[in-house]
């Protein structure tokens, strides 16, 4: 268990920005992630007739697209108590078995952290 006031402010911000995410597109979850260069991405979820796509999976692809080698931290803003393991393989997937998956509430306290192995 981690609370956000022991974050470091660069996961303290990858956080704001999910639960920003979250808030402003009326979405269950919000999600960023931050790239080995330090560049975030932000997204939410994503629920189209044809396509369904988790926060967390929306910001790994984002970060994908956009040209990111590897993921520093990620970061999930939800009402759920666990990360997915779809969510935790899209993370390992570009980050690594020891990449950190922040799960906060949607007040923004973290109470979960796990790597995405």
Known sequence: M???????PEDRKIVTLAR???ARNGVPEG???RDETGRTYVA???ALESLELSALQTAVAMAVASGAKSLEAAAVVSEADAVSDADRAAVRDLGGA???VLLAGPDGAVHT???AG
């Open 2 to 8: 981690t609370q956000s006031t022991g974050l470091d």
């Open 113 to 115: 952290t796990v790597t």
């Open 31 to 33: 999600a960023a992630v």
């Open 44 to 46: 939410g979820t994503v």
């Open 98 to 100: 020891a990449t950190p």
């Open 20 to 22: 920003s995410a979250r």
